[in-house]
């Protein structure tokens, strides 16, 4: 898969087929959209007969289908209102998404405080806001099918910004809410878990509102009504639930230290033969071969460097018992979740990683963690 600074139009990445660029930024269609646009299309479908009842099918199915491209357009303003901000606010974006929940926009790092968290939230629904009034104010002079169109966009976009603002995760209102919990407390975790709990509550309304109000009144909902209430219920509480959890992560992570977990070690340039080792390391210290430059490339496996009969120790090469080490398996970080998401890379790659102090020139080996250590770690964190 490319990376982002490679995707090119048509490309596919991780998220889906790259349809453009914005500020540099790939703009990314995800499949699940294709979902979402068929499904609009079918609701839209009644309201474009009853505009242009002359149309032909293949000319009304077309003319449904605006409404979701409409409203992929809008949503794509909005994603761009969020970067944009991140953008001038020092968190500039990777990426913007438009999948079959709306979209996202990716960063290229975390937004530093409350205030720039809120103000990167809010100007996704103030640029719908925009685009609503906008909108409406043209739609009066269009009428048939495109005066249906606008009119749509105008209802569409003025949703898309209300709805966006109400306080619940994983809504912009939610990630408003959350910031300010972390203003008044400092804590950020626990505005996630706040904001959270309130799109669960926003979810279940929701879903209350939907089926319960018409069965309230002695009718039942309509099938596009239920459907439509239970996918947006159940995007909010998927998304709540997994804000709460990353906060959960997040916690848990913070009790990390690398360096605690390592088994002490030490690096040996890789042209050294296994005997030049014999009373020098200590027993328990890892052995760790490093090119010329300094970087890690191996680790000695310390059973096949013991099963190594002594009369040829001094000529058998530390490589031919070491075990290679990939890039991804050298971690600089040491605590905290950004040291997890190194040693969450390295698993890809094998079961431990070579811990290194960035502070020195070359970076110094200190230390040799297993994945399993850390996974024991984390989950005893959690357990607290």
């Keep these: ?34 979902l979402v646009a068929a499904f609009l299309t079918w609701l839209f479908l009644p309201p474009v007969r009853d505009a242009a009842p002359g149309l032909g099918t293949v000319a009304t199915v077309a003319a449904a289908f605006g409404f979701p491209v409409l409203l992929a357009v809008s949503v794509l303003v909005h994603e761009i209102g969020h970067g944009l901000t991140g953008r001038r606010l020092g968190a500039p974006p990777t990426e913007y998404v438009i999948t079959l929940w709306g979209g996202h926009t990716q960063f290229d790092r975390e937004l530093r405080s409350p205030g720039v968290s809120a103000l990167v939230s809010i100007a996704g629904p103030i640029t719908n806001a925009a685009l609503a009034v906008a909108a409406w ?20 976009n003025g949703f898309v910004a209300a709805f966006n603002l109400l306080p619940g995760l994983p809504l912009d209102g939610g990630r408003v809410l959350e910031a300010l919990v972390w203003k008044v407390t400092g ?11 309130g799109g669960r509550l926003l979810a279940v309304a929701v879903a209350a509102y939907v089926l319960g109000l018409p069965l309230l009144q002695g009718r039942r909902p309509t ?33 990390i230290d690398l360096l605690a977990l390592a088994q002490p070690a030490v690096g040996v340039p890789q042209t050294a033969a296994l005997g030049d080792l014999d009373g020098v390391v200590p027993p328990g210290v890892a052995v760790v071969l490093t090119a010329l430059d300094g970087r890690p490339v191996a680790v000695v496996d310390p059973e096949a460097a013991g099963s ?22 050298v971690v600089a970080e040491r605590r905290g979740l950004p040291a997890v998401r190194a040693m969450s890379i390295a698993q890809h790659a094998g079961t431990f990683a070579v811990l290194v102090d960035p502070a020195s020139q070359p970076p110094r080996v200190v230390g040799l963690v297993q994945v399993a250590a850390v996974a024991r770690a984390l989950a005893a964190a959690g357990g607290r």
């Excluded at 600074?5 to 294709?34: E, F, N």
């Excluded at 709460?244 to 997040?250: D, K």
């Design 1 to 34: 898969m490319p990376t982002n600074d490679q995707a090119r139009w048509g490309s596919r990445t991780r998220s889906g087929w790259v349809i453009g660029r914005v500020a540099g930024a790939p703009v990314v269609l995800a499949p699940s959209w294709l």
């Design 137 to 156: 104010s043209v739609a009066s002079a269009t009428s048939g099918v495109v005066g249906l169109l606008v009119w749509a966009a105008a209802v569409a």
């Design 187 to 197: 804590d950020r975790g626990r505005g996630t878990v706040v904001a959270g709990w």
């Design 223 to 255: 099938i596009a009504s239920a459907l439509t209430g239970l996918l947006v219920s159940g995007f909010l509480w998927f998304g709540a639930s997994q804000a709460i959890a990353g906060a959960a992560a997040t916690r848990r992570a913070g009790a």
């Design 308 to 329: 190594v009969p002594a009369d040829v120790r001094r000529t058998t090469s530390v490589q031919a018992v070491a075990i290679p080490v990939a890039g991804e398996s």
